[in-house]
């Protein structure tokens, strides 16, 4: 019984997308604490509903014929709930206008509105190509980046646009370059196993994602050479080791296994919980350890 009830917030918690909000807000913060700056309450809550908001409207546009039916627990789960999803998505939404409005520089608006532009723009098909209709996501190997784009936009660039324009803390073009280069390679390696898991299906829709084009060994090479990636970044750009490289390198290394062991067959509980967690624990090993020292 106890198993179930917990079973059950679970899911909530992981299909609702309020576990990814969650995640989102980590990175925030993530932001916040490598620029020893005070984090801002409405740009957390920008993000946090902004992102429920688009990953469920993401859901409900892309709808399968028979959901009950589906292969995934999660599709199942959303549209077994589907008036709750939509009441969720409505609530977020109608936040996010009077945080835009009234707590956002019109620098920050308009970063917002164009990543709002991109996220939509990742599902809803206004393009053309041989006569079909698709959207951004559907153009050749762009899936990917254009996830690790809006990410790295949302939780790097908008926080430190704000605090530029209300603090008056000047952050330098190569630092701010900097951060977004490495979340950017954070988000897009621990975003590739959940297109390898949909490869056969991303097959049949003629999505050509990273593992499509590349194949799936190819593919989980790719992830550890985007961390390695990272973790240059992260070693060749900072004078001396302190709390925050010794963090960032121990859920760099994390990460990395977890991505390894992902080649075997997993449930949706991994992916949803552990991988997309990782963006959570970062921000939590980065606590941890600058109070241990």
């Not at 409207?57 to 549209?79: A, C, G």
């Not at 646009?161 to 950017?184: C, D, G």
């Not at 062991?261 to 552990?274: H, Q, R, T």
């Amino acid at each position: 019984m106890i198993k179930k009830v917990l079973l059950s917030i679970l899911d909530f918690l992981l299909f609702s997308n309020l576990f990814i909000a969650i995640c989102a807000v980590a990175q925030g913060l993530i932001t916040y604490h490598l620029l020893k700056a005070e984090p801002d309450k409405y740009i957390l809550a920008i993000i946090f509903f902004g992102t429920i908001g688009i990953y469920n409207f993401s859901m409900l546009l892309s709808k399968p014929k028979n959901p009950e039916n589906s292969q995934y627990v999660r599709v199942r789960w959303i549209f077994s709930h589907h008036r709750l999803i939509i009441s969720i998505t409505l609530i977020s939404m109608l936040c996010l206008i009077p945080l835009g409005l009234l707590y956002l520089s019109i620098e920050a608006k308009l970063l917002m509105i164009f990543t709002a532009v991109l996220a939509l723009g990742y599902n809803i098909p206004f393009l053309t190509l041989n006569n079909q209709k698709i959207g951004l996501r559907n153009i050749p190997g762009i899936k990917l980046f254009l996830i690790a784009l809006v990410w790295s936009i949302s939780c790097v660039l908008l926080p430190i646009v704000e605090l530029e324009h209300n603090y008056q803390i000047s952050i330098s073009s190569a630092e701010t370059l900097l951060l977004v280069a490495k979340r950017f390679l954070f988000i897009a390696a621990i975003t590739i196993p959940f297109d390898i898991r949909d490869l056969f299906q991303d097959k049949l829709y003629a999505l050509k994602t990273i593992p499509v084009m590349l194949g799936e060994k190819k593919a989980y090479l790719f992830c550890q050479f985007l961390l390695l990636g990272y973790l240059a970044l992260l070693i060749l750009f900072n004078q001396a080791i302190n709390a925050d490289i010794i963090a960032l390198t121990l859920t760099i290394l994390l990460t990395g296994w977890l991505i390894f062991k992902s080649n075997i067959k997993k449930n949706e509980y991994y992916y949803f919980f552990f991988l997309d967690g990782t963006m959570l624990l970062q921000y939590l090993t980065l606590v941890l350890i600058n109070l241990r020292f």
